[in-house]
């Protein structure tokens, strides 16, 4: 029923969307990430510049992680046909592909770059979340993936992200900020919520301070939690030495 329903999606798209242009369009929106091309070299050119070497470095990270969770473990584990083998009539405006269907790796690979990037701060992630949307969309244009292929690669770079998260706030919370960041963007990037935390002044039911969502941040120790290092110890006060007399 779930197979029959998605493939309604698909035929929807085919019957009312098709046009001369967006045939010419998808096919090459699509190409440029077929191995993540476009990421890969975005990485790239992100390393060479020294003021953007440690969000290159994220993004290289993310993908690396997009490509073993992604092409390595879940497609072979899942094995799910393409949807062109279910609907053989379709015509194809590209080559078929031969793996797996679930997730999208196109998809997965796109978000993963985009979380990277916001979560590393660069303004980059809004003109790649436009390129990722597009990459995602074209993948059902052009019926090499269920619907379900493409939430799933979303979900895949929102997992991603949540690396970030679970130092800061266990396995649980951690996993949850990345998957909700990846549908509503309501988390943060990670420096910009300790940067509030340290600045914003605000505090939690229990008195410590308030992170994302309103959860409290514990610590065992003070700590200068703009900057997340232990606070120096305070000085000794100076002892008063006793008058001298004279002669």
């Not at 303004?123 to 059902?140: E, H, T």
């Not at 514990?218 to 606070?231: F, L, N, T, V």
Request: hydrophobic content about 50%; overall charge positive.
């Amino acid at each position: 029923m779930m197979q029959a329903a998605e493939l309604a999606v698909l035929d929807w798209l085919q019957a009312h969307l098709r046009c001369d242009f967006l045939d010419a369009v998808m096919p090459w929106i699509s190409r440029i990430c077929d191995h993540g091309e476009i990421w890969i070299l975005l990485a790239a050119v992100l390393l060479l510049l020294r003021k953007h070497r440690w969000t290159g470095m994220s993004l290289s990270f993310a993908l690396i992680l997009d490509l073993i969770c992604c092409n390595i473990v879940l497609k072979p584990l899942v094995g799910r046909v393409r949807p062109f083998l279910v609907n053989t009539a379709v015509e194809l405006l590209t080559a078929p592909p031969a793996d797996a269907s679930f997730p999208s790796g196109h998809t997965a690979a796109s978000f993963a770059a985009v979380f990277a990037l916001r979560a590393s701060g660069s303004p980059l992630w809004k003109p790649a979340l436009v390129l990722a949307a597009g990459i995602a969309f074209s993948r059902l244009y052009l019926y090499v993936h269920w619907p379900t292929d493409v939430l799933g690669g979303i979900l895949v770079g929102a997992a991603l992200l949540s690396i970030a998260f679970v130092r800061d706030f266990g396995w649980a919370q951690g996993l949850w900020f990345g998957l909700f960041h990846s549908v509503s963007a309501f988390c943060n990037a990670v420096q910009q919520q300790i940067a509030q935390l340290g600045h914003s002044g605000k505090n939690g039911p229990d008195g410590l301070p308030s992170g994302p969502c309103g959860f409290t941040r514990r610590s065992p120790w003070p700590e200068d939690i703009s900057s997340q290092r232990r606070c120096p110890p305070p000085l000794p006060r100076p002892v008063a030495s006793p008058p001298r007399r004279c002669g």
